[in-house]
């Protein structure tokens, strides 16, 4: 049974940052690749950054390039999200996803708020 544990939010001041965690477990973690969305209050879930199994590539939304970097480390079973200069448009429950599978954690929520 595949299971994902966010963790990791809070609420940061505009030019923050945080570090989000994903504990993974009910399946081969190092085998697939990884995501992470988020879902502001009244909008669709959208895809943030992926990362390939063995974590050679990655790629982000326009949105978040070059302030969000999204790493593994497969020896634990974790998937990570450093999130810098936060905007208040980053706002929202973040989840991470394995993306051969359907499930979903309960997710981690972030605000940027002054």
């Known amino acids: 049974q595949v299971q994902l544990v966010e963790s990791g939010g809070g609420l940061v001041q505009p030019g923050g940052s945080l570090n989000l965690s994903c504990a993974a477990s009910?399946?081969?973690?190092?085998?697939?690749?990884m995501s992470w969305y988020r879902q502001a209050q009244g909008k669709p879930r959208d895809w943030v950054a992926g990362i390939s199994s063995g974590g050679d590539n990655t790629n982000s939304a326009g949105s978040v390039k070059g302030r969000f970097t999204i790493f593994r480390d497969d020896a634990k079973n974790m998937l990570y999200l450093q999130m810098n200069s936060l905007k208040f448009e980053d706002t929202a429950v973040y989840y991470c996803?394995?993306?051969?599978?359907?499930?979903w954690g309960q997710g981690t929520q972030v605000t940027v708020s002054s």
């Open positions: 996803k394995a993306e051969r599978f359907a499930s």
């Open positions: 009910g399946f081969t973690f190092k085998s697939y690749s």
